[in-house]
């Protein structure tokens, strides 16, 4: 009897250990922003200002991955490439990653008719919790101009002529699957230490929302 027991409770104990290494494991995977080194990552979100946006990203490693990029404003399609990077990372719950995409605006009636370009990078720390959840809290610069104006051939006062902004942002992304992530941010935009005014923002109202779903192949 006791040696039944024994046993008994010797089957329950690795059963229990091995269900809590899969747990592990799956929560290992568990990323929004990068997918494994040679693996790809499709997403697709929403917020302000794209009313629609989708990426097709590659892992050329675990820390490092580059995509293109296509949205909408209500206005103005954008068409781009962006690319993530981790800074440093002491553990695994723990990281600074860079984030750089670039966006080019065909020419459009609502910017004086004129093509530009705007890139936001941006600097997060991230933390990881025991449950896959990962939250986020960084810096960046948003930086637009008119493509004539860059190239010279724009004069002050003709159409959009662009400007630079600072964000401060803060994220969570919540695992719903092992392939599947979801994932929000919301920035501020600011002139300095103070909020953009929306005459002097090209977005808008002086924030920036991103609400989203990544799939891991």
């Known amino acids: 009897m006791k040696t039944s027991k024994i046993t008994l409770i010797i089957v329950i104990l690795l059963v229990s250990i091995k269900n809590n290494n899969s747990q592990l494991k799956l929560v290992d995977e568990h990323d929004h922003l990068f997918s494994k080194g040679g693996k790809s990552m499709v997403t697709l979100a929403t917020g302000i200002p794209y009313v629609g946006i989708a ?52 020419s459009t009636k609502e910017l004086g008719g004129e093509p530009w370009l705007l890139t936001w990078p941006v600097l997060n720390a991230e933390w990881k919790l025991k449950s896959g959840v990962r939250l986020s809290v960084g810096t960046g610069i948003v930086v637009a101009a008119c493509l ?37 941010e919301v920035a501020g935009v600011f002139s300095g230490l103070k909020i953009a005014k929306k005459n002097d923002w090209v977005g808008g109202p002086p924030v920036i929302l991103v609400t989203g779903i990544s799939y891991h192949f």
Do not use: C
């Open 148 to 184: 004539h104006s860059l190239l010279g051939h724009s004069d002050e006062g003709e159409g959009f002529m662009g400007g630079v902004w600072n964000t401060f942002q803060t994220g969570i992304a919540v695992p719903l699957s092992r392939k599947i992530m979801f994932h929000a």
């Open 55 to 106: 990426e097709y990203s590659y892992g050329f490693s675990d820390k490092f991955s580059a995509g293109v990029i296509i949205g909408t404003t209500p206005v103005v399609p954008g068409y781009g490439v962006r690319v993530r990077g981790v800074i440093y990372q002491p553990s695994e719950t723990f990281r600074v990653y860079a984030r750089v995409p670039a966006f080019y605006y065909p």
